[in-house]
C-alpha cells in the first residue's frame, strides 16, 4: 500500500504523524511511504531524514491524497482538506467526530474509512492511540496552568506549590484517567495540593496508592465538585466516555462559583467540552475570561511539544498502521482487532456506536457496513 503522509494544517498544529525512525519499519513490511515536502519541519524532522528512511518525497498536501490509500495523520480534516477526501481512502489519525459533524458529513459524502485513533480499543478496555497525547496534556495541563497563575499572564500571582509560609495553590481535576493522572502527577510534583474527582472507584483507589496519599481521590458528584471547585485555584477537567461528547461535569453555576482569576483548563474539548458553555480555543490565543474564571481549550494541546508529541505518537500507531497496511480494512473488521473499533466512518455509513448516538446519526455495525 501506498501510505501518505500531508503536513497537519490545523491552527498552529506542527506535528507529524509519522517520524522517520519508523519508516524504515513500514517500508520493509513491503509499503510506499510518501511526504509532503517540509511536512516535518516544525517537529524538527527534515526531508532528508525521512529520504533517509526510505520514503519519498511529495511537493504538494493534495499529491499525498491523491496518491495515499492510507493518509497517515495527527489531527482531524480541517475543512481546506475536504475536497481532498475520496471514495476508497483510509484517513487515519484523531477525528473527534462526536464533536465535528462537518468532519462527519464530509467523511460521508465522499465515503472516505474514517479510522479514528481515539476509540482503538484493546480487548482490556485500554485506548492505546489515544494514551500518548493525553498523557503528554495531562502534563501540558500543569504546566500551563503554572503559568497562568503568574502575574505576567494577568494570573492571580501564585505559585503553585507555594513556599514554606504561603498556601500551596488548590488543584482540582475531574476525570482521573490518563490526562488527569499525568496533571495531577506533575502538580503534586510542583507542590500543589491536588484532589482527583472521578466516578470510577478503582481508579481513585489506584491513584491514592501509587501517589501514596499525596493525590486524595474523591467520588464525583455535583454536589462535591461544586464545594471544591468554589475554592480552587486551577481545575483540570478531562472526562470521557470513549467515541461519545464529553458530559458536562462542569455547570454554569459551577463555574459562577469559582474565584477570581481561578483557571479551568478543560482538556476534553475535542470531545466537545465537559464546561457548559465552554468554547474551544487555539494555541495561537488559548485563553478568554468568562467571568472571573480564566478559560483554557485549546483542541490541540500536544501540538506545543511537536517532537515529543509527533515521536510519541508514532511509536505507539505505526504498528497498528503496519497492520492495517497488511490485510486492509475488512480483515481488520471481521477478524475483530482493536483497530475495528476505531473504525468511525465506512462507504457513507457512520460505524462506531457511540458516535452515532452522538450526532443522531444511524449506526450501522462495521461488519454489516463492509457487506454493503
Ligand atoms: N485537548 C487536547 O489537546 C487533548 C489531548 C489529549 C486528550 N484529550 C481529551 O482528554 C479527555 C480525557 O482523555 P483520557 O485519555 O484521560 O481519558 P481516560 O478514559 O483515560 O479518562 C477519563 C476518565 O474520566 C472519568 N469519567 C467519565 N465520566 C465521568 C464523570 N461524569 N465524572 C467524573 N469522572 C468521569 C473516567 O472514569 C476516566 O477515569 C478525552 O476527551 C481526550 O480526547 C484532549
Same mark, same amino acid.
Given at each position: 500500500?501506498?501510505?501518505?503522509?500531508?503536513?497537519?494544517?490545523? &491552527?498552529?498544529?506542527?506535528?507529524?504523524?509519522?517520524? *522517520?525512525?519508523?519508516? %524504515?519499519?513500514?517500508v520493509?513490511?513491503?509499503?510506499k511511504?510518501?511526504?509532503?515536502?517540509?511536512?516535518?519541519?516544525?517537529?524538527g524532522?527534515?526531508?532528508? !531524514?525521512?529520504?533517509?528512511?526510505?520514503?519519498?518525497?511529495?511537493?504538494?498536501?493534495?499529491?499525498? =491524497?491523491?496518491?495515499?490509500?492510507?493518509?497517515?495523520?495527527?489531527?482531524?480534516?480541517? *475543512?481546506?482538506?475536504f /475536497?481532498?477526501?475520496?471514495?476508497?481512502?483510509? +484517513?487515519y489519525? =484523531?477525528l473527534h467526530?462526536a464533536?465535528?459533524p462537518?468532519?462527519?458529513?464530509?467523511l460521508?459524502k465522499?465515503?472516505?474509512i474514517?479510522?479514528?485513533?481515539?476509540?482503538v480499543?484493546?480487548? !482490556?478496555?485500554s @485506548?492505546? +492511540? $489515544?494514551?500518548?497525547?493525553?498523557?503528554?496534556?495531562?502534563?501540558?495541563?500543569?504546566?500551563?496552568?503554572?503559568?497562568? @497563575?503568574? &502575574? %505576567?499572564?494577568d494570573?492571580?500571582?501564585?505559585?503553585?506549590?507555594?513556599?514554606?509560609?504561603?498556601?500551596?495553590?488548590?488543584?482540582?481535576?475531574?476525570?482521573?484517567?490518563t490526562?488527569?493522572?499525568?496533571?495531577?502527577?506533575?502538580?503534586?510534583?510542583?507542590?500543589?495540593?491536588?484532589?482527583?474527582? !472521578?466516578?470510577?472507584? /478503582?481508579?481513585?483507589?489506584?491513584?491514592?496508592?501509587i501517589?501514596?496519599?499525596?493525590?486524595?481521590?474523591?467520588?464525583?458528584t *455535583?454536589?462535591?465538585l461544586?464545594?471544591?471547585?468554589?475554592?480552587?485555584?486551577?481545575?483540570?477537567?478531562?472526562? $470521557?466516555?470513549?467515541g461519545?461528547?464529553?458530559?458536562?461535569?462542569?455547570?454554569?453555576? #459551577?463555574?459562577?462559583?469559582?474565584?477570581?482569576?481561578?483557571?479551568?483548563? !478543560?482538556?476534553?474539548?475535542?470531545?466537545?467540552?465537559?464546561?457548559?458553555?465552554?468554547?474551544?480555543?487555539?494555541?495561537?490565543?488559548?485563553?478568554y475570561?468568562?467571568?472571573?474564571?480564566?478559560?483554557?481549550?485549546?483542541?490541540?494541546?500536544?501540538? #506545543?511539544?511537536?517532537?515529543?508529541s509527533s515521536? &510519541?505518537?508514532?511509536?505507539?500507531?505505526?504498528? =497498528?498502521?503496519?497492520?492495517?497496511?497488511?490485510?486492509?480494512? %475488512?480483515?481488520?473488521?471481521?477478524e475483530?482487532? *482493536?483497530?475495528?473499533?476505531?473504525?468511525?466512518?465506512y462507504?457513507?455509513?457512520?460505524?462506531?456506536?457511540?458516535?452515532?448516538?452522538?450526532?443522531?446519526? /444511524? =449506526?450501522?455495525?462495521?461488519?454489516?457496513?463492509?457487506a454493503?
Open positions: 500500500m501506498i501510505i501518505g503522509v500531508p503536513r497537519e494544517v490545523k &491552527s498552529g498544529e506542527q506535528r507529524i504523524g509519522l517520524t *522517520p525512525d519508523k519508516v %524504515d519499519s513500514v520493509k513490511a513491503g509499503h511511504v510518501i511526504v509532503e515536502s517540509s511536512a516535518g519541519l516544525g517537529a524532522f527534515k526531508d532528508e !531524514d525521512y529520504t533517509a528512511a526510505g520514503a519519498g518525497i511529495v511537493p504538494n498536501h493534495a499529491d499525498v =491524497y491523491e496518491q495515499a490509500d492510507i493518509v497517515v495523520k495527527v489531527k482531524e480534516p480541517q *475543512p481546506e482538506e /475536497e481532498l477526501l475520496r471514495e476508497g481512502l483510509i +484517513l489519525c =484523531y467526530l464533536a465535528e462537518a468532519v462527519t458529513e464530509a460521508i465522499t465515503k472516505t474514517g479510522i479514528a485513533y481515539e476509540t480499543q484493546e480487548k !482490556d478496555g @485506548l492505546p +492511540l $489515544l494514551y500518548p497525547m493525553s498523557e503528554i496534556a495531562g502534563k501540558l495541563a500543569a504546566q500551563v496552568a503554572a503559568r497562568l @497563575l503568574q &502575574s %505576567d499572564y494570573g492571580s500571582g501564585r505559585l503553585l506549590g507555594g513556599v514554606p509560609g504561603t498556601e500551596a495553590c488548590r488543584f482540582i481535576v475531574v476525570g482521573g484517567g490526562v488527569g493522572f499525568n496533571a495531577a502527577l506533575i502538580a503534586t510534583g510542583l507542590g500543589a495540593r491536588v484532589t482527583v474527582f !472521578d466516578r470510577n472507584l /478503582e481508579r481513585l483507589r489506584y491513584i491514592e496508592h501517589s501514596r496519599g499525596s493525590i486524595k481521590g474523591l467520588f464525583s *455535583p454536589g462535591a461544586s464545594q471544591f471547585l468554589a475554592r480552587a485555584d486551577v481545575v483540570v477537567s478531562s472526562v $470521557l466516555i470513549p461519545a461528547k464529553a458530559p458536562k461535569v462542569v455547570t454554569r453555576e #459551577m463555574l459562577a462559583g469559582m474565584k477570581e482569576k481561578s483557571i479551568m483548563i !478543560d482538556v476534553a474539548i475535542d470531545q466537545g467540552g465537559s464546561v457548559e458553555g465552554v468554547k474551544p480555543t487555539t494555541l495561537a490565543k488559548p485563553t475570561r468568562d467571568g472571573k474564571v480564566t478559560m483554557y481549550a485549546v483542541t490541540n494541546i500536544p501540538g #506545543m511539544v511537536a517532537n515529543t515521536v &510519541s505518537l508514532s511509536n505507539t500507531t505505526y504498528n =497498528y498502521l503496519i497492520k492495517l497496511a497488511q490485510v486492509g480494512v %475488512d480483515s481488520i473488521v471481521r475483530g482487532h *482493536p483497530l475495528a473499533l476505531g473504525l468511525n466512518t462507504n457513507g455509513h457512520v460505524t462506531h456506536p457511540a458516535v452515532a448516538g452522538a450526532l443522531n446519526h /444511524e =449506526y450501522v455495525p462495521p461488519i454489516k457496513a463492509i454493503s
